[in-house]
């Protein structure tokens, strides 16, 4: 990940507008800020979310509130709780996916 050029930001994420992103159960709910090609998102997973897709993207994640079950296509699984993160690469390293039997709060850099 290499950060754009761009001014001094601070963000209020709770002026940022949410999305709702529905998942094969459960929903998911981004507040983001673009920077170029920089995604800066805060996410709320509801409880018994799990993601509808395998995701290839790199992320550094971090887990603010709740629990979060990361599975990695390749069958590995790692159960992050608040104050741990994961960082992987773009296409580096299993394709991953998420889910949550709590509810999960999430900051990503991707």
């Given at each position: 990940?290499?950060?754009p050029?761009?001014?001094?930001t601070?963000?209020?994420?709770?002026?940022?507008?949410?999305?709702t992103?529905?998942?094969?159960?459960?929903?998911?709910?981004?507040?983001t800020?673009?920077?170029g090609?920089?995604?800066?998102?805060?996410?709320?997973?509801?409880?018994?979310?799990?993601?509808?897709?395998?995701?290839?993207?790199?992320?550094?994640?971090y887990?603010?509130?709740?629990?979060?079950?990361?599975?990695?296509?390749?069958?590995?699984k790692?159960?992050?709780?608040?104050?741990?993160?994961?960082?992987?690469?773009d296409?580096?390293?299993?394709?991953?996916?998420?889910?949550?039997?709590?509810?999960?709060?999430?900051?990503?850099?991707?």
């Amino acid at each position: 990940m290499k950060l754009p050029t761009s001014p001094f930001t601070v963000t209020d994420w709770s002026r940022i507008e949410a999305t709702t992103h529905p998942g094969e159960s459960g929903e998911a709910k981004w507040r983001t800020l673009n920077i170029g090609d920089l995604r800066v998102r805060m996410v709320e997973y509801s409880p018994g979310y799990l993601a509808d897709h395998w995701c290839f993207r790199g992320h550094v994640l971090y887990v603010l509130k709740g629990e979060l079950d990361s599975e990695l296509r390749d069958g590995r699984k790692f159960k992050l709780t608040a104050g741990m993160s994961y960082q992987v690469s773009d296409f580096g390293d299993a394709a991953h996916r998420s889910s949550t039997a709590t509810g999960a709060t999430l900051f990503i850099v991707d």
